[in-house]
């Protein structure tokens, strides 16, 4: 085997091709790359490799290697480039034109943390203030006052977390009070 067989996974060389069942090796669409953009750092091109190849568009990194190592060096030799398949090119460059959320159903959003959830952080946070009284007390009485405003929705398992949780920060007050007096 003295020629040159792509191993990208943009090329559509598979291991089925090396057993000689897929296309003629000398097939140009077996070596037909472009490069569609290149970027100085490494973690911008596989940004836009996993961009690509979400969209379906097979993609790899050339030079990733060399930048990962000695990042000095991506001035000198291009940078990281991204590499499709020559009938890829259009589409990976329309794909990476296209912002990333295009509708506003899509948009990110944070989740609204469950009462549960806000029972837990207050125990864990009296437990905190057993340590650093202010900071920890702060917190747990805000998480507690969210919890036992919605305690009905509580769980039996939250219920005692937060039972437990006012206890603590009950006693570390009074003993905080005790050793100001």
Same mark, same amino acid.
């Given at each position: ?8 996974? /943009? ?64 001035? =000198? ?6 590499? =499709? ?6 589409? /990976? ?21 469950? =009462? ?27 998480? =507690? ?7 009905? /929705? ?26 100001? /007096?």
């Amino acid at each position: 085997m003295s020629e040159q067989l792509p191993s990208s996974a /943009a090329s559509p060389l598979s291991l089925a091709d090396l057993d000689g069942e897929g296309p003629d090796r000398g097939s140009p669409e077996l070596v037909d790359e472009e490069i569609v953009a290149a970027f100085d750092s490494l973690w911008q091109a596989e940004l836009v490799r996993g961009r690509l190849e979400a969209s379906g568009i097979a993609a790899r990194l050339l030079g990733a290697h060399t930048v990962g190592l000695a990042s000095h060096l991506a001035p =000198v030799i291009g940078g990281v480039k991204v590499v =499709v398949a020559t009938k890829d090119a259009g589409e /990976a460059r329309a794909v990476m034109l296209t912002p990333a959320l295009l509708d506003d159903d899509a948009t990110p959003t944070r989740p609204e943390p469950q =009462v549960d959830d806000v029972a837990r952080w207050a125990l864990r946070l009296s437990v905190l203030g057993i340590f650093l009284p202010v900071i920890g007390q702060i917190g747990s009485f805000s998480f =507690v006052l969210q919890a036992f405003s919605r305690r009905r /929705a509580l769980s039996g398992r939250a219920r005692v977390q937060l039972a437990v949780a006012i206890a603590v920060d009950v006693g570390v007050l009074v003993a905080l009070v005790a050793s100001l /007096a």
